[in-house]
């Protein structure tokens, strides 16, 4: 417990504000043309009671820039939190790439990541069930590389052309603007039941990969295969991952309903105090390398964005770490202005003809201009290069450097000819020479119409609590739907993937799966295509699971940033804190003294200890861990405020590590834990060494099937 030592908290805390303030403190105020102000408070007026003068120039220019303050949001990923941060390569891979990022082991390229959620506008709660955004800038020496991933390895569609209408189903439906930020409402799955390629991403979508617990416990994936090139201009097929140091995990949907009201910028806050904390998120980054060859190896097209590479065929080797270790001075001028194109390449990088990448191709570009007003973006300072840009682009809106010289073309003799071109062999980039030899068709190739294997494979690899979780997810999504058609044609597409898994959702929903459905994708192809050509395949099994798949087999090695609630009030145990406190922030954990009001406390030692939060002020759901010291004067005081009772029993039904010293036990037989003592989770008089692996296991999942009873 950091609060321990108010005093020097509010020390660092000052000297923190008193950096922030530096610049503007050695300022003195004036309008944009740096004319000195002397009151920004009242308008310029004919008489005490005006009227106003319209030639107050000073009114004006305040309120112009206001008036002017929002940018368009993102269409998509409106809701997001950046961090700065530096990437370190852990060994030369010139034999597949000659990108200097994946050569030179001694750089220490920056990067500045922007996580996100999808459908909700800018406002909207972080913990919505949704895919996230995980974009990530890095400015390398040979320019800027934009990996704009999600946390999820797939996505909905194959083709860029549908995805208007995905989005447009998914967001608020438009003659009410209802619901925000969430996927369950009927456009969506009348799209998605109407769409089987969408399975795979909606099965992830269901899954507890789409609440997690914190930006910085969940994976990155570019989705899309890419190509690496060496210097002789071989190529390489490629998948990028980042692999969180702090491995993967979720909250409870029950817990994500509940923090979106108790704290609707979670994720923001966290991912924010862990950098300002100093507990550096870090993630490696991983890459699934196929050899040229083997592109027509697998059963399914490496090509269809719809499909990942199951890490149980091809590993993937781990090349290096990002480490975000500096929040944003400025939330407009860098996260909100941060421009991401999946178009940003540099030499040793290259596409495929993955036909939803080359729509993103266009598409980026295309919404900067709309989001930021100009081709200028890149002057924008989060978006400069780390390298000098020269070319004869010239002027367009907001231009802010100052080109020299009499040339703005190419070929010239005035400058010399330059800027001058540069060959490959000196660096220059140089598209990767695929030989293309076809017709021009709108159509889609056969090898993208396998929509279930992919699913069920997911479904099979997942241990029974994610599979519960799942089949909950579902029932709660198309319970809301309206439409008895739209929740049928989706149980009959989940019954392709898993019958048990569409058997418990019918459950759910009180109603049958159909036997068929008339023509499962018949809009979503052409008006002249061959339908029967492009039904969904029959489900294949090449593989039986895929451990990487499964949240049960990620990283459960560390404790650290896990916040720790400490109930206590005056005249706790300060022997009982100290024998934890120390080791468990050792571990990198944070403990929280949680007690009936604000201030200070008392220990039994008379000692004056800071609150962290006055119990009515926070909730259970904010934390990942509970302790309870002993103090019989402090457990009297607890039992008091009824809103304890209910802290601990959500925390043990959100399958939280618990744990009690002496008379905390008391608390304990006062809630539903009191019958639950010989939970793995539940630590009375142990060890802190036993509380430090219930926390670091995240949750005790196998008491899943008792706390569903418990009716908070
Ligand atoms: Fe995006 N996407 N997207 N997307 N996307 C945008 O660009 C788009 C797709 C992703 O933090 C937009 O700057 C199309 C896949 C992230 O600023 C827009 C298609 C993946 C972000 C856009 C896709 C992504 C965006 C909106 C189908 C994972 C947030 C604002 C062809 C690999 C970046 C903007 C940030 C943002 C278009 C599909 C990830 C409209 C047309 C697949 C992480 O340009």
Redesign the pocket.
């Known amino acids: 417990m950091k609060e321990q030592n108010p005093k020097k908290k509010d020390t660092k805390k000052a000297k923190d504000l008193e950096k922030d303030t530096k610049e503007i403190k050695d300022s003195t105020f004036t309008t944009n043309q740096g004319v000195k102000v002397n009151d920004t408070n009242n308008s310029l007026k004919a008489g005490e009671r005006g009227a106003t003068l319209l030639e107050d120039f000073l009114l004006r220019e305040k309120i112009t820039n206001f008036d002017h303050e929002r940018i368009p949001e ?5 809701r ?1 939190s ?1 961090a700065h941060g530096y990437f370190e390569l852990y060994e030369n891979l010139e034999e597949y790439s000659k990108a200097g990022i994946l050569n030179d082991t001694s750089r220490k390229t920056p990067v500045f990541v ?3 959620t ?1 459908a909700g506008s800018k406002g909207s709660t972080d913990l919505a069930r949704d ?5 990530v800038k890095l400015y390398t020496e040979e320019g800027t590389w934009d990996m ?3 946390n999820m390895p797939i ?1 909905f ?1 194959q ?2 052309m ?3 209408d ?2 447009h189903s998914v967001k608020p439906e438009p003659n009410r603007e209802i619901p925000q930020a969430a996927s369950a409402h009927d456009t969506f799955y009348d799209f998605v039941s109407h769409t089987p390629e969408t399975l795979h991403n909606q099965i992830w979508l269901m899954s507890d990969r789409a609440i997690p617990r914190s930006y910085r416990m969940m994976e990155g ?4 295969t890419f190509r690496l090139i060496n210097k002789k201009g071989e190529a390489h097929f490629v998948k990028f991952h980042w692999k969180p140091m702090l491995g993967i995990h979720s909250v409870t949907w029950d817990e994500a309903v509940k923090i979106s009201g108790a704290d609707s910028d979670f994720h923001r806050r966290d991912l924010w105090e862990a950098i300002e904390s100093g507990h550096y998120p870090e993630w490696e980054l991983g890459l699934q390398i196929i050899p040229e060859e083997d592109e027509h190896k697998f059963d399914f097209d490496l090509l269809d ?1 719809t499909k990942l590479i199951p890490e149980e065929m091809v590993p993937v080797k781990r090349v290096g770490k990002m480490t975000l270790n500096k929040n944003p001075e400025n939330f407009f001028a860098e996260t909100e202005q ?5 178009g940003h390449i540099i030499p040793g990088i290259d596409f495929t003809n993955d036909p ?5 191709l ?3 570009r ?3 201009l709309s ?1 930021l007003g100009s081709p200028n973006f890149h002057q924008i300072p989060i978006n400069r290069p780390v390298i000098p840009t020269q070319n004869n682009q010239r002027d367009a809106k907001m231009q802010t450097s100052i080109p020299k010289g009499k040339t703005a073309y190419f070929p010239n003799s005035i400058s010399g000819g330059c800027p001058h071109l540069s060959k490959i062999s000196e660096g220059a980039f140089h598209a990767y020479e695929e030989r293309i030899d076809a017709n021009k068709i709108r159509s889609r190739s056969e090898s993208f119409s396998d929509h279930f294997s992919q699913p069920a494979l997911f479904y099979r690899s997942l241990s029974s609590w994610e599979k519960a979780h799942l089949a909950d997810a579902y029932i709660f999504e198309l319970g809301k739907c309206t439409y008895d058609h739209i929740k049928e044609r989706m149980l009959w597409l989940l019954n392709q993937i898993d019958e048990t898994l569409a058997g418990k959702v019918a459950t759910g929903l009180g109603t049958d799966i159909p036997n068929n459905i008339k023509q499962p994708i018949n809009q979503a192809i052409g008006a002249d295509a061959d339908v029967d050509r492009h039904q969904p395949g029959p489900k294949k099994t090449y593989l039986d699971e895929d451990p990487a798949l499964s949240q049960a087999n990620t990283k459960f090695n560390s404790i650290e940033t896990r916040q720790i609630a400490v109930l206590a009030t005056n005249g706790f145990s300060r022997k009982n804190v100290s024998a934890i406190k120390d080791k468990l922030e050792k571990e990198g954990a944070m403990l929280h003294i949680v007690a009936p009001q604000g201030g200070t406390i008392l220990c039994d030692s008379n000692t004056e200890h800071k609150v962290h939060a006055p119990i009515m002020t926070t909730e259970s759901v904010l934390f990942d861990a509970v302790y309870i010291p002993g103090g019989q004067k402090s457990i009297q005081g607890l039992l008091e405020n009824k809103k304890y009772i209910k802290f601990i029993n959500e925390a043990f039904k959100h399958c939280k590590a618990i744990a009690a010293s002496g008379e905390g036990e008391q608390m304990l037989d006062k809630t539903y834990v009191s019958d639950y003592k010989d939970d793995a989770a539940v630590l009375i008089n142990k060890k802190p060494e036993e509380f430090i692996k219930a926390i670091s296991n995240h949750r005790n999942w196998d008491r899943m099937e008792i706390t569903d009873q418990i009716p908070i």
Do not use: E, M, W
Not at 131 to 135: K, T
Not at 356 to 360: A, E, F, K
């Open positions: 993102r269409i998509v990923h409106a997001g950046g922007r996580f996100s999808v895919v996230r955004g995980f974009a704009v991933c999600n996505f569609i083709d860029a549908k995805f208007p995905l989005i994936f570019g989705i899309h964005p941060v421009a991401f194109l999946p939803l990448l080359q729509g993103r266009f598409s980026y295309d919404t900067q989001r």
